[in-house]
């Protein structure tokens, strides 16, 4: 019975590490060389085009991490910085910035209606699907797919990053793929309404 206990605890301990959870605890420890652009705890950026890393999901900000440090997603800013570090060190970074709380702006009035409008509805006329579809009505992303919390994150910010997959600058995978068409058929003003309202949801 004895062995039995021990070989279900080791197993699970086994299944534990083989889907390599992060440690928000020890990924703090590596957190300082981000706060330089991110801020403290990574709620703060430093410029509004930097992201807030704060509650994004764990998955998602650990493919990010993966896909900088490969290459496969150029940051320049982000150049060397994670050259040391390993994918358990990236998975406890994970951790650590999905565990803080994230910090909501304030949305541009004059483009929250247009924007609430795209983000929950889309637009029929020219195939864009609704936002809230794979991000969540709240903006509270998908943690089990990989899609991230959008919710309070910086409209500069989003602004960017939707014109890097209108432009193809952002495609290197399957999920980047579809945010890469869906942002074909945004026109700017779309883009800024509806990265304005995210930057508000909450």
Known sequence: MKRLIAGVVLGVGLTAMAHGAGDPAAGEQNAAVCAGCHGQGG?????????????????????????IKSGDRSVPEMTGLLSAMSEQDMRDLAAYYNSQDMVVGQANPDLVEQGAALYRGG????????????????????????????GGQNAEYITKQLQAYRAGERATTANAGIMADVASKLTDAEIEAVANYVSGLN
Do not use: R, S, W
């Not at 709620?43 to 896909?67: C, H, I, R, S, W």
């Not at 991000?135 to 089990?144: L, M, Q, R």
């Open 43 to 67: 709620g703060k950026p430093v410029m509004a085009v930097y992201p807030k890393l704060t509650g994004l999901g764990e998955k998602y900000l650990f493919n990010q991490l993966v896909d």
């Open 123 to 150: 637009n029929m006329a020219t195939g864009v699907p609704a936002c809230a579809g794979c991000h969540n009505p709240k903006g509270i992303g998908n943690e089990p797919a990989g899609y991230p919390a959008l």
